[in-house]
């Protein structure tokens, strides 16, 4: 049971839609429908695999790439700050003043990273598929060896039941 404060209304249900009023003569607005949130929502409910720590990691995007070396230039500059959000806002601020023909070496060595990541990435699926093939097969052999073995030690037994008569 609820216990409210004070003599106003009760709350009513979030979920619970308003329908609009009729009465407009009376002076009455129309109340706003409301969708339900639990529409909107994502089903987090499902659980990601685990990863792989084989799995090759992302390539940098240009902006970090810069970041690599301005890190080094900003330590040098500024050997007193140790926060790394200071680092992070003063290279952002400095990228966003580059122009374009400033980021394009950034940009090559961010496609590049980009190349070899996609090369190391197939590699990787390639090495994924042929490694469930052999489990599927394993597992396939290993029932097909269960039941062979069956037979043949019911074999085994008739023909030893057959030397002894």
Sequence with gaps: MKVTRGKGAVKKDKNEVVKPVEDRAAGKRKAVLKASKSSNKRTKNVKS???????????????????????????????????????????????????????????????????????????????????EDEDEEESEKSKSEVHDDDDDEELEEEDEEEDDD
């Design 49 to 131: 695999a685990k990863k792989d720590p084989n799995k090759p990691k992302r390539p940098p995007s240009a902006f970090f790439v810069f970041l690599e070396e301005f890190r080094k230039v900003y330590k040098q500059e500024h050997p007193n700050v140790k926060a790394v959000s200071a680092v992070g806002k003063a290279g952002g601020e400095k990228w966003k003043s580059l122009t374009d023909a400033e980021k394009a070496p950034f940009e090559a060595k961010a496609a590049k990273r980009k190349l070899d990541y996609e090369k190391l990435m197939t590699a990787y699926n390639k090495k994924q598929e042929s490694t």
